[in-house]
Nanobody, 116 residues
């Protein structure tokens, strides 16, 4: 099973941007869907964005991030990215990447805090 390590989180002000990276321990080229998830304090983990491995690289976004977040993947680098723009306080959470549907094991996640 692949393992994933997330990075790129941090403390930013509302309206700013961050780019998250997720590096897999093995190849992601055979994984049909990769996703970014997040878990805010006191809330359940939710799928934020998903990307397919097909040549069209079809994507899905939860309504709350549409138009602000962009997911992409580099099979050559075994890496999935999440570009997050126009961040607001409701985006504060620990962000994780995983297959979709997710594997049982999760990486450590990366903390994103949006605060003025």
């Amino acid at each position: 099973q692949a393992q994933f390590v997330e990075s790129g989180g941090g403390l930013v002000q509302p309206g700013e941007s961050l780019r998250l990276s997720c590096t897999a321990s093995g190849s992601i080229s055979s994984i049909n869907y990769m996703g970014w998830y997040r878990q805010a304090p006191g809330k359940q983990r939710e799928l934020v964005a998903r990307i397919s491995s097909s040549s069209t690289a079809s994507t899905y976004y939860v309504d709350s991030v549409k138009g602000r977040f962009t997911i992409s993947r580099s099979s050559a680098k075994n890496t999935v990215y999440l570009q997050m723009n126009s961040l607001n306080s409701e985006d504060t959470a620990v962000y994780y990447c995983n297959e979709w549907p997710p594997l049982i094991n999760w990486g450590p996640g990366t903390q994103v805090t949006v605060s003025s």
